[in-house]
């Protein structure tokens, strides 16, 4: 599967972006989706991932209440909702999925196989 990010941008502190990522080749609707986040020199970090339909999602600590991941399994579409964003959400954010990930590994990136190639997102102060 292919995966094609798309909506990063510059932004004020406190506003909003909409990522989105769509899938082809296959459908993902089964699959484990996710986000994570990376800056320069630095480890890429998890932020949410949807485990399956029916799941709750999971999110990093740093994001709770602020962001939401969703899906729209027609559109083979992942989306992250970013609200009131920081200066310290700066990063590239790269998308990913996978058919076999396990419910206790959705925020380890070695668990998904198919990535996204990045959207930068620039927060300013």
């Known amino acids: 599967v292919q995966l094609q990010a798309s909506g990063g941008g510059l932004v004020q502190a406190g506003g909003s972006l909409r990522l989105s990522c769509t899938a082809s080749g296959r459908t993902v609707s089964r699959d484990t989706v996710a986000w994570f986040r990376q800056t320069p020199g630095k480890e890429r970090n998890f932020v949410a991932a949807l485990f399956r339909t029916g799941y709750s999602p999971d999110y990093a600590e740093s994001v709770k209440g602020r962001f939401t991941i969703s899906r729209d399994n027609a559109k083979n579409t992942m989306y992250l909702q970013m609200n009131n964003l920081r200066p310290e959400d700066t990063a590239v954010y790269y998308c990913?999925?996978?058919?076999?990930?396990?419910?206790?590994?959705?925020?380890?990136?070695?668990?998904?196989?198919?990535w996204g190639q990045g959207t930068l997102v620039t927060v300013s102060s």
């Open positions: 990913a999925a996978s058919p076999s990930v396990i419910r206790s590994a959705v925020a380890s990136q070695t668990a998904y196989r198919s």
